[in-house]
């Protein structure tokens, strides 16, 4: 009985940080980052839960779904994630995100990377969403349904591809910092590493830099 009053105390608290940071997110002409959590009374968008695998189903030429993810599972990971977060909202508010690709928590990924045939990167055509799934995601609380804390860019910033190498790399950059996909492709699978640098950081914070995690998109997501 302790524990489900604590934990209902808990999400409680989670939904007023919620909806605090939600209106005081910050925008600018390329991207919009939301700052923390939404709440609806539906299931959450974009599958609802993080769905376990090397990717998940997505269509070619729109915004192909994929990972983010520890190759080793390491509990490091949600470390990780805790750091990237807190440029918009306490990490304490998050609860706990797996590095295991096949697992129920995770940070899913949806993106489009489309490149001229020089090989640069069209920003205004290339977007990105993230979506972490931690312990809270999906739970029901006063009939409202917590969301997963999102970042959302509806345009890039730089990036390019090199066609014989196989090689790209692509930068996402708002207010609050930078975000970049550095990796290669095959026929299939695009793969590489997710870099982070924040600008800024929640009170009680520094800002933060460092890697996300391994990423893994089906390779329709880069449209060559």
């Known amino acids: ?3 489900s009053i604590f934990k209902n105390k808990m999400l409680g608290v989670l939904l007023l940080a919620v909806l605090s940071l939600s209106a005081c997110a910050k925008k600018d002409s390329s991207s919009v980052r ?4 939404t709440t609806s009374t539906g299931t959450a968008s974009g599958g609802g839960v993080s769905q376990g695998g090397t990717t998940t189903s997505g269509t070619c030429g729109t915004s192909s779904a994929g990972k983010i993810f520890d190759q080793y599972a390491s ?3 949600e ?4 750091n990237f977060v807190s440029a918009t909202l306490d990490p304490q508010s998050l609860g706990s995100v797996s590095g295991n690709i096949n697992d129920r928590t995770g940070v899913d990924l949806f993106a489009t990377f489309k490149f001229d045939s020089a090989g640069s990167l069209i920003p205004a055509e290339s977007n990105m969403l993230i979506k972490i ?4 995601a999906n739970q029901v609380y006063n ?6 804390y999102s970042v959302s860019f509806s345009q890039a910033s730089e990036g390019m591809i090199d066609r014989n190498t196989r090689q790209f790399q692509v930068k996402f950059r708002d207010g609050y910092g930078e975000i970049i996909f550095q990796g290669a492709y095959d026929n299939s699978i695009a793969e590489g590493t997710v870099y982070y640098q924040n600008y800024t950081a929640v009170a009680g914070y520094q800002p933060t830099s460092g890697t ?3 990423f893994r998109l089906h390779a329709c997501s880069l449209i060559k």
């Open 79 to 82: 470390t990780q994630v805790k």
């Open 34 to 37: 939301v700052a923390g959590r």
């Open 143 to 148: 009939g409202q349904v917590i969301q997963p």
């Open 212 to 214: 996300l995690g391994t």
């Open 1 to 3: 009985m302790t524990n």
């Open 75 to 77: 509990p490091q990971f």
């Open 133 to 136: 799934f931690d312990s809270y």
